[in-house]
C-alpha cells in the first residue's frame, strides 16, 4: 500500500519509521516544518515526501494530529483522495473524531473511515525522539466508522506487521471513558504531584516511587490541554473520584484511625492484583 502520514512528530515519525523498516509499504511523510522534513528525508524514516498530487495514488492516509487539526486536515484532504482510500487517525481521544469523520463521510461515501489510537508513547515528544519500535507489544484501540473487512483488515495488518500486539474493538464513548481513567488521570495527577514545592528538593531522597508517578507531568501542554477538554465529561468524573479516596485516606489519618487506613491499604493491594489478574486472563 501507499501510505500517507500527516504530522512527522514522536506518533508520525515513529509510525514512518516502522512503515519503511518492517513492511512492504510505502510512508509518504508530510509536516508543516520544513527541518523536520529535511531531518526525516536525510534518516530515511519515509519512502518519500508527500506532495500534493500524491493525494489521488494513496491507498490509506494516517492523519498523526491533534484532533482538531486532523479534522481540518481531513476536510481538506478528502476530496482529494481516490475512491476506496481508508482514512484514519491516531488521536488521543475518538468521540470528536468519530463525529467528524461521519460528517465527512457523508460528502465523500467511497472513502472508508476508521479511527485508531495505538497505545504507545514517551514522555518525550516530537521527530527527534521517535522511533521504528515505539508501536512494539503495544495494543490499538479501533473505532470502526464504515470499513468492511477488507479495509480493517488492512488496518490491522499495518500494526500487526510493525509490531503490535493486539487490535481492540471499541465504540467512541467507551474509549473516552476508559482512556480518561489510564491515560488522561495518570497525566492529571502527574501534573498535580509534581507542583508540590518539595519536588524542587527530591534529590537524594527519591527512588522508583517518584520517578514512576512523576514521568508523564513531562508532557506537551498544548496537546493535553486539548485532550482533556475534549474529554471534560469523563476526566472530571475520574478526578471527583481520585478526590473523594484520597478524602477517605486523610480523614483516617486526621482522626488517627489506623485500622481503617490499613484496610484502605489491603484493599488498594487487593484492587492492583485483581487488576493484574483479569488483564492477563484477557490476554490469554
Known sequence: MKIGIIGMGLMGASLSKAIVKFTSH????????????KKASADGAYTRALEEDDFGRLD??????????ALVEMKRICPKLKRGAIVTDICGVKRIIEAGMRNIMKLYPDLYFISAHPMAGKEYGGYDNSTPDLF????????????DTAQYEAVRELYTSIGAKGIEFSTA?????????TSQLAHAVS????????SSEHAGYSAGSFKDLTRVARLDADMWTELFFENADNLTGCIDDIISRLAELRGYLTVGDEGSLREFLVRS???????ETAEKEWQQ
Not at 510505502?26 to 522534513?37: I, N, P, Q, R, S
Not at 490509506?60 to 487539526?69: G, H, S, T, V, Y
Open 26 to 37: 510505502e510512508a509518504y511523510g508530510f509536516d508543516t516544518d520544513a527541518g523536520v522534513l
Open 60 to 69: 490509506m492516509i494516517i492523519f498523526a494530529l491533534r484532533p482538531k487539526a
Open 136 to 147: 512494539e507489544n503495544a495494543y490499538v484501540i479501533t473505532v470502526n466508522v464504515n470499513c
Open 173 to 181: 464513548e467507551r474509549h473516552d471513558e476508559i482512556i480518561a481513567y
Open 191 to 198: 501534573g498535580c504531584y509534581v507542583q508540590n514545592p518539595l
Open 269 to 275: 493491594n487487593r484492587c492492583k492484583t485483581d487488576s
